[in-house]
């Protein structure tokens, strides 16, 4: 099992900039990222393959990136260029398999998730 923990949300202007950490206790495993609003499923944001492959939600290519740092089991979303429908609550998720990366039923642990709010 991996417990994930999540770090680094807050609050950024629009244009601004934060990065998100997860902590994982183990490697081994297929990554992503969520987010969830208030009344509407979790969304998938970026994920991240065994290979280090790659994918984005159309809402965020070209402005978010996902990474891991695998000597230190942590993956990473660097968020640039905010804008204020980022606002969300983003969740780290991890499965040892995933064929759909972006449906939330593909992750089996998941963090606590960390809050980001964008507003000027």
């Known amino acids: 099992q991996v417990q994930p923990v999540e770090s680094g949300g807050g609050s950024a202007q629009p244009g601004g900039t934060l990065r998100l950490s997860c902590a994982a206790s183990k490697s081994g495993y297929c990554m992503a990222w969520f987010r969830q609003i208030p009344g509407k499923a979790r969304e998938g944001v970026a994920s991240?393959?065994?290979?280090?492959?790659?994918q984005y939600a159309e809402s965020v290519k070209g402005r978010f990136t996902i990474s891991k740092d695998h000597a230190k089991d942590t993956l990473y979303l660097l968020m640039n260029n905010l804008k204020p429908e980022d606002t969300a609550m983003y969740y780290c998720a991890a499965s040892v398999t995933v064929r759909f990366p972006f449906s939330s039923t593909a992750y089996n642990y998941w963090g606590q998730g960390t809050q980001v709010t964008v507003s000027s």
């Open positions: 991240i393959d065994l290979d280090d492959d790659t």
